[in-house]
Nanobody, 126 residues
Framework: QVQLVESGGGSVQSGGSLRLSCVIS????????MGWFRQAPGKEREGVAG???????YYADSVKGRFTISQDNTQTIIFLQMYNLKPEDTAMYYC????????????????????WGQGTQVTVSS
């Protein structure tokens, strides 16, 4: 059974940094796409960063230059390094996984992903 567990959320002041982690377990496929998404109260879930099956990364315009998605050498942990955080980054952050190849445009679409973690809260105060 595929499981994703996020951690690393917290409360920071504007301009601060956080690194989120997502530990993946229970899978056997070697090829997958990963994504980080977020959802603020009253808003739809939105894509933040994606990593395709070739290891290429993609970002929402709102986080380009501030967030970086990466994975460890074992490909069992996905990270989201967040710098220069802003109050508008406040949301519940989720990692997601799918065992098919996705196009660049699909990597930031929640409906394209099959497996989800439980989320970790990020709160940025001004």
């Amino acid at each position: 059974q595929v499981q994703l567990v996020e951690s690393g959320g917290g409360s920071v002041q504007s301009g601060g940094s956080l690194r989120l982690s997502c530990v993946i377990s229970g899978y056997t496929y070697s090829s997958y796409c990963m994504g980080w998404f977020r959802q603020a109260p009253g808003k739809e879930r939105e894509g933040v960063a994606g990593l395709d099956s070739n290891g290429r990364d993609y970002y929402a315009d709102s986080v380009k230059g501030r967030f970086t998605i990466s994975q460890d050498n074992t490909q069992t942990i996905i990270f989201l390094q967040m710098y220069n955080l802003k109050p508008e980054d406040t949301a519940m952050y989720y990692c997601a996984l799918v065992f098919i190849r996705l196009s660049e445009s699909a990597l930031l679409r929640p409906v394209a992903f099959q497996y989800w973690g439980q989320g970790t809260q990020v709160t940025v105060s001004s």
